[in-house]
């Protein structure tokens, strides 16, 4: 039978008793073996709630007002909303007592007389709502790998610490299967370890799951777990633009989903089912292959590559600088470390910041990026539906064959037409050859991407050029123009600028990689201010 924990709050014993034996039995008719721990006050019910129990069962009244318990109830289900709550007492409450504790109200409702006698009416009812409420995989070991002794802290918008009970229950919500489980079929033991998570600020980990009673192995999954707001956004997403649009051969699946009041978990599957060997395009870029990025981009942007980037999705935004200031400079705090890191990385060049509007770099001025994207761009820009975050991380490739596969949905959904192709730019410039240019100065840099800058409407530079990836920058650039033939190119410039300037406050890149966001930031609004695109 399956495990179930209950932690059950009465204080009369007659009752407590009584509850209990009828739990038992309910339970055991669904299948379960309930383990029900009895308590008598509050403070004895959260403590055994925050070592894992599943479902909550309390009188109301206490030999009191039925507020009291409520009370109880609103308390567990304000700090544990995914345990089940049970309410049982003689009578039912007061509708305006329940309805002045909305939403942190009880699951289900039992009259005690009717539950003690058994009555055929109250069990089907318990049962009803017991199937719509739980959505927890019993009976299953959770085990840490050597990759993943301790939980790392991850940022939350309330501070929140992400515990051994969150991923646990996380877990046991990601791999539920329904209330009519097959036994034959149902997982008992998960081992996981740690993957890298990229810079989406997620904990994400690998989830190997077995069945030890019939020497079942299950397929292998990703999990996810971010601040709730951000798991259920990104969740919302893979529905409303990945599931039906992105083709299946080109995403991975959600097996699953889960929450606790501060973190939420999405179970993906591994990409290619994990049944070939693959690799990041971070990974072609890190290896200087050039041909296969190529190859990759085709794909991405071909024929078949349109499905988000697509006319019929079209829109506009009065502000181009506004949907770039939410997406990545708020809050406040991102700019800041924007400014912050800017400033550091110039003097690590020996360049001294003066006037705070503009920077000097050997002798030539440059609006600064905080005055130029924010203060002085009024242009509106066009809108299409995107992957919202397509660096080279979220691009999977088999290191054999033609697949493709993209991940990491966060920010998928309405966003500037051309984020996506600046987002991979900057994969190329922090990863392709970064030692070729490790001895170029920063305003060498500059006038190089000034010259690629020019080359799209001018043609290819008859001169070489001192960027290694400067094919490759050329056939994102095209492949932009291409999808988008109508939108004016000031616009792929301002993106290029903001973009590369968010990537600035990233402690972990190195000098080199900086100094050549810097030479594309810096050369880009220079561009903005020779076509009169800054006040």
């Keep these: 039978m399956r495990k179930i924990q209950l932690v059950l709050l009465e204080n009369d014993d007659n009752d407590r008793r009584d509850v209990r034996d009828g739990l038992h039995d309910f339970f055991g008719r669904m299948g379960f073996q309930a383990a029900i721990t009895e308590v008598t006050n509050i403070n004895d019910a959260i403590a055994m709630i925050s070592k894992g129990a599943e479902v909550f069962v309390s009188d109301l009244r206490f030999g009191k007002e039925p507020a009291v318990g409520l009370d109880f109830i609103a308390q567990v289900k304000r700090d544990y909303p995914e345990v089940l709550t049970v309410a049982c007492s003689g009578s039912y409450p007061n509708i305006n007592e329940i309805q002045n504790r909305a939403p942190y109200v009880f699951d289900h409702f039992i009259p005690k007389g009717p539950f003690f006698n058994r009555l055929e009416d109250v069990w089907v009812n318990f049962r009803r709502a017991f199937e719509q409420h739980y959505r927890f995989t019993s009976d299953i070991e959770i085990v840490h790998d050597r990759s993943f002794r301790t939980i790392p802290a991850i940022d939350h918008p309330d501070h ?8 646990r229950l996380l877990i046991r919500q990601c791999l539920w299967s329904g209330p009519n489980q097959d036994r034959q079929f149902v997982p ?21 799951v077995t069945s030890s009673r019939d020497d079942l192995k299950f397929v ?40 606790t009041k501060n973190w939420g978990g999405i179970a993906y599957s591994f990409a290619f089912g994990q049944q070939v060997k693959y690799q990041s395009l971070t990974d072609v870029l890190t290896e200087g292959n050039e041909k296969r990025f190529q190859e990759t981009l085709g794909r991405m942007f071909g024929d078949h590559g349109n499905i988000w980037y697509h006319q019929n999705y079209a829109d506009r935004v009065p502000r181009l600088s506004q949907h770039y200031m939410n997406k990545y400079f708020a809050p406040g705090y991102r700019r800041t470390a924007c400014q912050a890191e800017l400033e550091s990385t110039l003097s690590q060049l020996a360049i001294v910041l003066g006037d705070s509007n503009e920077i000097k770099i050997s002798g030539k001025a440059y609006t600064a990026p905080e005055r130029a994207l924010f203060s002085s761009f009024r242009l509106g820009g066009t809108t299409t ?18 697949g493709i596969t993209f991940i990491d949905f966060q920010d998928t959904g309405r966003g500037h037409v051309f984020e996506d192709f600046v987002a991979l730019e900057s994969s190329v410039r922090l990863y392709f050859k970064v030692d070729a240019t490790a001895r170029l100065t920063l305003d060498q840099l500059i006038d190089a991407e000034k010259a690629l800058l020019e080359s799209p409407t001018k043609g290819r530079s008859p001169t070489p050029s001192p960027l290694p990836y400067e094919s490759l920058v050329q056939r994102i650039r095209e492949s932009a123009r291409a999808v988008f033939p109508d939108v004016e190119d000031i616009e792929y410039v301002y993106a290029l600028a903001a973009f590369h300037y968010r990537l600035i406050r990233i402690k972990e890149l190195s000098l080199p990689q900086k100094t050549r966001l810097l030479g594309c930031m810096f050369a880009s609004i220079d561009k903005l201010k020779v076509e009169s695109a800054l006040d």
Excluded: M
């Design 188 to 208: 008992d033991r998960a081992v996981i370890s740690k993957l890298g998570g990229g810079r989406s600020g997620s904990l994400v980990l690998r989830v190997e």
């Design 220 to 259: 292998p999954l990703v999990l996810k777990i971010s601040p709730v707001g951000r798991a259920r956004d990104e969740h919302a997403n893979y529905q409303r633009y990945v599931k039906f649009i992105l083709p299946y051969t080109w995403r991975i699946d959600v097996v699953g989903y889960g929450e």
């Design 385 to 402: 539906i995107c992957h919202g975050d397509l660096n080279s991380n979220n691009v999977i490739v088999p290191l054999r064959g033609r």
């Design 160 to 167: 929140a610490k992400l515990t051994e009970r969150d991923i």
